[in-house]
């Protein structure tokens, strides 16, 4: 019988596919930046989807210059709070935190999260950031920031998430006056980044709970007279006799989904302030209606309706061209049906 070679059947990029540890992503990575200092993230929660008819402004595109339906996902952002500036030291060991300066007033939302201090004074802890930064053994600073979910209808919590927005561009001088000046206050995603920009998106994938090798791992189903039982849906072999152990490379049934995953250069094609103005008639399915700032992404993103979504400027640009979009109708028609 004649040899049969085919590639495996699945990806075994991000292996182990275990179930993430929280709902919130983490980046471990940022991209490089010269100029002013900014933040580098923003978070959201995902709407759904509609499609908008823009221009295609993309050079040598069969179509461009001429309309076309883009499919989009809805995003609602509401504005987020620097709640602490961190201080991070770095040695050959990897990177370690410093010290921290909180803000003195902090929503009283954050005590579902967090147990906030009493009476706090954080000049000590500004003096100490200010005399490692004249050291030079701070390396990074970043922002704590935590959202508002209790301003959106559509998500039903009020538990904030907290997490670290790294500041990029000018010195560690001025990056610690820049958080300084936002350290208790709100920020929108402007600040972040713009429409026609470049955005990686991170969130936790919808999950599929305990899935056999087929489905997991895309592996053929048994011929007959392979199938042993009626048993179809079983690999082929769970490996050699040497090394005596299943290798981590065999398919086997496990966690499906609920797995952090990054889509990279997703387009921003419009930063809108008033949610109303995209509400379909209805609301958006198991959403409802938007109430606060929203942002459209050109195609789909990770996760389901009502996960929170990370955005970050992207890390691998290349030689894109932050234009403009021009974006002609919106729908807003039923999702219904």
């Known amino acids: 019988m004649p040899k049969i070679n085919q590639p495996r059947k699945g990806s075994l990029a991000f292996s182990p596919r275990k179930r993430a540890k929280s709902p919130v992503p983490r980046y471990q990575s ?8 900014v933040l580098q993230g923003f978070a959201g929660y995902k709407v759904g989807m509609t499609h908008v008819i823009m221009v295609d402004d993309h050079k040598n595109s069969p179509t461009e210059g001429k309309d076309i339906m883009v499919p989009v996902t809805v995003v609602e952002i509401p504005a987020m709070k620097v709640a602490a500036i961190r201080a991070y030291s770095r040695d050959s060991y990897g990177k370690h935190p410093l010290t921290e300066v909180w803000a003195q007033d902090l929503d009283k939302v954050l005590e579902k999260r967090i147990t906030l201090p009493g009476e706090y004074d954080g000049s000590a802890a500004k003096d100490a950031i200010k005399d490692a930064i004249a050291k030079g053994t701070v390396a990074e600073l970043f922002a704590v920031m935590h959202t508002m979910p209790h301003e959106v209808s559509g998500v039903p919590k009020k538990v904030p998430e907290i997490m670290e927005v790294r500041v990029a561009g000018g010195s560690v001088e001025q990056q610690f006056e820049f958080l300084s000046g936002l350290l208790g206050k709100e920020v929108d995603l402007k600040n972040v980044i713009q429409a026609g920009a470049y955005a990686d998106i991170t969130a936790i994938t919808t999950g599929k709970g305990t899935q056999g090798p087929v489905k997991r791992w895309g592996v053929k189903l048994r011929k007959r007279k392979h199938s042993r039982g009626g048993k179809k849906r079983h690999v082929g072999t769970l490996g050699p006799w040497n090394p005596h152990h299943i290798r981590w490379q065999v398919p086997q049934m496990g ?26 008639a209805g609301g958006f399915l198991h959403y409802g209606v938007l109430r606060n700032p929203y942002v459209l992404i050109k195609g789909s993103i990770p996760g389901p309706v009502k996960r929170l979504v990370r955005i970050r400027p992207a890390i691998r640009q290349g030689e894109h061209v932050i234009r403009q979009p021009a974006i002609e109708f919106t729908s807003v028609e039923s999702k219904q049906g």
């Open 30 to 37: 940022w991209p490089p930046y010269q100029g002013d200092p």
């Open 255 to 280: 966690q499906m989904g609920y797995q952090q995953r990054t889509e990279f250069n997703k387009r921003i094609l419009k930063i809108g302030e008033d949610g109303s103005e995209i509400n379909p």
